[in-house]
């Protein structure tokens, strides 16, 4: 069956610290990638997505991916978090229509 | 048009009780999507309209859930003869394109069965 794993349920950083947030996902086909994000008391937001190229995407508020399809991973960075950035990180998949989502990792940033 | 809207955002029933939620898409979205999420779980499928046509349904569905979507654009979700197990965040997406793309969720509607 089609699964995603995220490897971090809890994840507590300072702030200017470097992130990393592993996602690896089971399906055998051609798939496209998203991370969202869930702020406290707001709704999933689209962080990045990645349908075919470059592996290594860009999204907003400088959270980058990578997508290495021999590992089926497609993990989420960011260089310098900052306290603005602690939300609720959703690794997702699609393998054409429905997304099939990480249990989610919560991301503490301490000012 | 700001986003997917949904209503109500909270819902308390009691066990047994039939409930209903309604979704409204960004409006030129043909795609329509329900999941659901409890608390430390990421949102997991339900079902998906491609414009009234349901294309989709979760195996785990169960036969109290019905979902339509009349005409292409609002979907109600219905869950009857509920239980305390269907308490949950009940959320909407939509999105734009035949190979379904980015999907852009609503608020959620909280379901409480006491």
């Known amino acids: 069956a089609q699964s995603v794993s995220q490897h971090n349920h809890h994840v507590i950083l300072s702030e200017a610290a470097s992130l990393e947030l592993g996602c690896n996902y089971s399906y055998g086909g051609t798939v496209n990638l998203f991370w969202y994000v869930q702020y406290p008391g707001q709704h999933l937001q689209l962080l990045l997505k990645y349908f075919s190229g470059d592996p290594l995407v860009k999204g907003i508020k400088g959270f980058e991916a990578e997508f290495i399809k021999s590992k089926f991973s497609f993990n989420l960075r960011k260089p310098s978090v900052q306290w603005s950035d602690t939300a609720e990180y959703f690794c997702?998949?699609?393998?054409?229509?429905?997304?099939?989502f990480g249990q989610g990792t919560e991301l503490s940033v301490k000012p | 048009d700001t986003g997917v809207s949904q209503n109500p955002r909270h819902k308390i029933t009691k066990r047994g009780q039939n409930v209903t939620f309604r979704c409204d898409p960004i409006?030129?979205?043909?795609?329509l999507y329900w999941y659901r999420q409890t608390l430390g779980q990421g949102p997991e499928f339900l079902t998906y309209?491609?414009?009234?046509?349901?294309?989709?349904k979760s195996r785990l569905l169960s036969d109290r859930f019905s979902a339509e979507r009349p005409k292409g654009s609002f979907s109600t979700l219905e869950i009857q003869r509920t239980e305390q197990g269907d308490s949950a965040m009940y959320l909407c997406a939509s999105s734009a394109g035949d190979r379904g793309y980015e999907q852009y969720f609503g608020p959620g509607t909280r379901l409480t069965v006491t």
């Open positions: 997702a998949v699609s393998p054409g229509g429905k997304l099939i």
């Open positions: 309209f491609q414009n009234e046509a349901q294309l989709e």
């Open positions: 409006s030129e979205h043909n795609r």
